[in-house]
């Protein structure tokens, strides 16, 4: 079959088992039904034969085993499936959820930008409004203080005719298109500069949020509310383990208990672990960033007020720079904002993925299996095994494993965090990590 065409049979597979889950009332993303249809075209016990074209019967037959998995209420591995196609499609580093924050905010900002560089101003009244446009887009460009409210306007414009007149609009006329955008986010860096300067010396600052002191209490509260999220799920984690461990060791219980399915929760809580890691350590950085820019803020603010103190009129070429500088500082801050109400929110949606705990295994379940069971934390058994280590089959360089930020290894087939100074060998391209010394004829026979 052609690519297109097998496209195009896909992409009809993924509309109907989209509109069959929204028939009973479930929502479904085209990216989680792919996934979905690749999981259950590759599983060799559904039958299908990957080297010829489907035909309606097939079709119809992974239609309704999808559908009956993606419907499947009660199961762990499809909600940590969600999650993984959840945080793919959500989760980026922070320079791409910058980058793209600030393309959202140029994108807002087209329709005012237009409106300014292709006016065509002559008469006093068609003047008077350009110049309250251009007022308006400084306050939009910037986000410093609303452009409906008549004070923070009143004080936006005073900044601006202080750097650029009204009288000047002729001159501004006259460039190009590209020099009037270039002098349009000049005079908004400059007009919010003076703004934040005037704030911190009492003498404006109408409608600014001190967006440091804001973040100072945001965001060590959504660091501690992901570390509290991170211990329950870790402990959670701890506790599966313990009772898969002791399932093990008893056959007799394993029938009872259906392990296949607390295996399940195991991976579904360590991936959530996994997760929230990831979003703490951006949290992490996020602190990092806003004390470092607190410094320089405090810094900015102190040489100009020295500056102003010590004489009477200063030079633009001396002053501007340092508003220009503020300007950025402030940008940064909105940035952080951004970023921790991103990661938060992240961080809640992701807890949507774990209602099958409590159905399938409940507080009291677990309670009575962990009778006369030691709970051990995933540090407790990296020391256990501290001094139990062997040569590894396949050294890695040191420059490979420092990579190598979280891996899992396998004892009995139940899942535990290891780490770097566990013996680490590669398999058909895998790296796996050699958790006790009997463990690698498991994988190489």
């Keep these: 079959m052609p690519p297109t065409q097998s496209e195009s049979v896909i992409k009809n597979i993924i509309r109907e088992i989209e509109q069959e889950c929204a028939s009973y009332g479930e929502v479904a993303s085209d990216t989680l039904i792919a996934f979905m249809v690749k999981a259950v075209v590759l599983d060799p016990s559904n039958g299908f034969?990957?080297?010829?074209?489907?035909?309606?019967?097939?079709?119809?037959?992974l239609v309704k085993l999808c559908?009956?998995?993606?419907?499947?209420?009660k199961n762990p591995s499809l909600d940590t499936i969600k999650m993984q196609v959840y945080f793919d499609m959500n989760y980026t580093n922070r320079e791409e959820f910058i980058e793209e924050h600030h393309r959202i905010l140029e994108s807002k900002l087209d329709f005012v930008t237009r409106?300014?560089?292709?006016?065509?101003?002559c008469a006093q009244k068609e003047l008077e409004s350009l110049y309250r446009k251009i007022v308006s887009y400084v306050l939009l460009r910037t986000g410093v203080g609303s452009p409906t409210d008549i004070k923070i306007v009143r004080e936006a414009t005073a900044a601006l005719q202080s750097?650029?007149?009204?009288?000047?609009?002729?001159?501004?006329?006259?460039?190009?298109?590209k020099d009037k955008e270039l002098q349009l986010k000049e005079l908004s860096m400059i007009v919010t500069?003076?703004?934040?300067?005037?704030?911190?010396?009492?003498?404006?600052?109408?409608?600014?949020?001190?967006?440091?002191?804001?973040?100072?209490?945001?965001?060590?509260?959504?660091?501690?509310?992901?570390?509290?999220?991170?211990?329950?799920?870790?402990?959670?984690?701890?506790?599966?383990?313990?009772i898969l461990e002791k399932v093990t060791n008893n056959p007799l219980l394993s029938v009872e208990l259906k392990p296949y399915m607390l295996k399940e929760l195991l991976y579904n809580v360590r991936q959530y672990e996994i997760f929230l890691k990831i979003i703490l350590s951006e949290i992490i950085t996020c602190a990092q960033e806003v004390k470092l820019m607190t410094k320089q803020l405090g810094a900015l603010l102190e040489q100009l007020k020295m500056n102003v103190s010590s004489k009477t009129a200063i030079p633009t070429s001396q002053v501007f720079p340092?508003?220009?500088?503020?300007?950025h500082l402030w940008i940064g801050f909105q940035d952080e904002t951004v970023l921790i109400g991103i990661l938060s929110n992240l961080t809640t949606n992701l807890e949507r993925f774990l209602g099958t705990h409590e159905i399938l295994f409940p507080e009291e379940a677990i309670q009575d299996l962990l009778r006369e069971v030691t709970v051990k934390t995933d540090m407790y058994r990296l020391k256990e095994h501290m001094g139990n280590r062997n040569q590894p089959l396949f050294p890695l360089p040191l420059k490979m494993t420092s990579r190598i930020k979280a891996l899992f290894c396998f004892k009995f087939f139940i899942l535990h965090l290891s780490d770097k100074v566990l013996n680490v060998f590669i398999f058909k391209k895998i790296f796996i990590v050699q958790s006790i010394t009997d463990i690698h004829p498991v994988f190489l026979h």
């Design 67 to 73: 559908v009956n998995r993606l419907l499947d209420s």
């Design 163 to 177: 750097v650029f007149p009204q009288a000047e609009l002729g001159t501004f006329l006259s460039l190009s298109k």
């Design 115 to 121: 409106e300014i560089t292709d006016n065509r101003a």
């Design 322 to 327: 340092i508003f220009i500088a503020l300007s």
């Design 193 to 242: 500069g003076i703004r934040l300067f005037n704030r911190e010396t009492g003498k404006g600052g109408e409608g600014i949020e001190f967006l440091p002191d804001i973040l100072h209490e945001a965001i060590p509260a959504t660091a501690q509310h992901i570390d509290s999220q991170l211990q329950i799920a870790q402990d959670q984690a701890y506790r599966y383990t313990a």
């Design 49 to 61: 034969n990957m080297d010829r074209t489907l035909i309606k019967s097939d079709v119809e037959k």
